[in-house]
T-cell receptor
Framework: AQKVTQAQTEISVVEKEDVTLDCVYE???????LFWYKQPPSGELVFLIR??????QNEISGRYSWNFQKSTSSFNFTITASQVVDSAVYFC??????????????FGTGTLLAVQP | NAGVTQTPKFQVLKTGQSMTLQCAQD?????MSWYRQDPGMGLRLIHY???????DQGEVPNGYNVSRSTTEDFPLRLLSAAPSQTSVYFC????????????FGDGTRLSIL
């Protein structure tokens, strides 16, 4: 069965610290996609990144970076030099590419990141 | 661009009442879906649609109905509201039908008394 685990319920850091949010997934499929979404205090969900199972290269976008490791079924998210505006709930999600048309997402339970000034 | 628009933003219902949560998108996206967000449980898929006239069940469909008469609109109906349906509801849409990033609405916070 598909499953996404975000074991860190809450993380609190001080501004300018680096922080890593963990995501571990389970799937039987060989082809799948992984996503990260951000939910700021205002409540909307913002797409951050999509990665397919065949692309294990790490990705960097400004202060954000993602480490995808198939060997450990993990897709971790690191924020470098965190800022107060990074305070949000972050969700990791999985969708499977095989079978019929599907954009169905399996979400983790989210990690609440609080960045203190 | 409006993107995905959900109405209302907040609603309080009494047990047994029915209501419709509205969702509209102006991006001509084929795929639309409804999720509910509950504390400690992330988001769970209720129903989804791959195009006008085509809908299917997600992970938690009981107590909800959907229809897709146009590409733009995807309303979610609560037939007889129950306290267990107290939640935040998100509508999402995406271009294409496979593994695409979802565009989410701002959510509807629903309380059932």
């Amino acid at each position: 069965a598909q499953k996404v685990t975000q074991a860190q319920t809450e993380i609190s850091v001080v501004e300018k610290e680096d922080v890593t949010l963990d995501c571990v997934y389970e799937t039987r499929d060989t082809t799948y996609y992984l996503f990260w979404y951000k939910q700021p205090p205002s409540g909307e969900l913002v797409f951050l990144i999509r990665r397919n199972s065949f692309d294990e290269q790490n990705e960097i976008s400004g202060r954000y970076s993602w480490n995808f490791q198939k060997s450990t079924s993990s897709f971790n998210f690191t924020i470098t030099a965190s800022q107060v505006v990074d305070s949000a709930v972050y969700f990791c999600a999985l969708s499977e590419a095989q079978g019929g048309a599907t954009n169905k997402l399996i979400f983790g339970t989210g990690t609440l990141l609080a960045v203190q000034p | 661009n409006a993107g995905v628009t959900q109405t209302p933003k907040f609603q309080v219902l009494k047990t047994g009442q029915s209501m419709t949560l509205q969702c509209a998108q102006d991006m001509n996206h084929e795929y639309m879906s409804w999720y509910r967000q509950d504390p400690g449980m992330g988001l769970r898929l209720i129903h989804y649609s791959v195009g006008a006239g085509i809908t299917d069940q997600g992970e938690v469909p009981n107590g909800y109905n959907v229809s897709r008469s146009t590409t733009e609109d995807f309303p979610l109906r609560l037939l007889s509201a129950a306290p267990s349906q107290t939640s935040v509801y998100f509508c999402a849409s995406s271009r294409g039908l496979r593994n695409q990033p979802q565009h989410f609405g701002d959510g509807t916070r629903l309380s059932i008394l």
